[in-house]
């Protein structure tokens, strides 16, 4: 059964700080992750998506994939108050994509 | 272009009635999952239906079914409900079959179900 975990947090960091959001799975054969925000009240959003071993960047986002250790994260620079919300990891299972249960990150002004 | 849409957005039902939840993909996309969402936790797989068949579900209870039009659009049947029913539910589209490991799922609003 591939499992996906992360700290619940609240993660909290002050606006401009870097925000570090970690997550690790079980299945060493999980070839890609998704990363979503998901703001209080609202759906997920899609803002990452890693597939190799490595660092891949976009904008003030970079997320990073190390099989070896089965960790991904994801690192928001210079944070701002409009960040917080609930990081969701999830890997690609059988027919479905499984998610971590999120991570609450506060950044505060 | 339109993204993933739901209706509606916000139900109340009583314990015991049934439930049909409805999700639009984003045009072009022929996958369609449904997750349930309760506070605190990631979302919960359902169902995926792809090209009109169901391709997977989630360790949910028959009192779930779903099924997908022609126009790839989708409906959630929730039979009997229970009061550990509410939740956010939510629909997901993507490009093709939602195992492969480079297929995004894009989500849509959601409809809160709350059961009284």
């Known amino acids: 059964q591939k499992e996906v975990e992360q700290n619940s947090g609240p993660l909290s960091v002050p606006e401009g700080a870097i925000a570090s959001l970690n997550c690790t799975y079980s299945?060493?054969?999980?070839?890609?992750f998704f990363w979503y925000r998901q703001y209080s009240g609202k759906s997920p959003e899609l803002i990452m998506f890693?597939?190799?071993?490595g660092d891949k960047e976009d904008g003030r986002f970079t997320a990073q994939l190390n099989k070896a250790s089965q960790y991904v994260s994801l690192l928001i620079r210079d944070s701002q108050p409009s960040d917080s919300a609930t990081y969701l990891c999830?890997?690609?299972?059988?027919?479905?994509?499984?998610f971590g249960t999120g991570t609450r990150l506060l950044v505060s002004p | 272009d339109a993204g993933v849409t739901q209706s509606p957005t916000h139900l109340i039902k009583t314990r015991g009635q049934h439930v049909t939840l409805r999700c639009s993909p984003i045009?072009?996309?022929?996958?369609v999952s449904w997750y349930q969402q309760v506070l605190g936790q990631g979302p919960q797989f359902i169902f995926q239906?792809?090209?009109?068949?169901?391709?997977g579900r989630g360790n949910f209870p028959d009192r779930f079914s779903a099924r997908q039009f022609p126009n790839y659009s989708s409906e959630l049947n929730v039979n009997a409900l229970l009061l550990g029913d509410s939740a956010l539910y939510l629909c997901?589209?993507?490009?093709?079959?939602?195992?492969?490991?480079?297929?995004?799922?894009?989500f849509g609003d959601g409809t809160r179900l709350s059961i009284l």
């Open positions: 997901a589209s993507s490009l093709e079959y939602a195992g492969k490991s480079n297929q995004p799922q894009h």
């Open positions: 299945d060493r054969g999980s070839q890609s």
């Open positions: 890693i597939y190799s071993n």
């Open positions: 999830a890997a690609p299972g059988d027919q479905k994509l499984v």
């Open positions: 045009s072009g996309h022929k996958s």
């Open positions: 239906y792809y090209e009109k068949e169901e391709r």
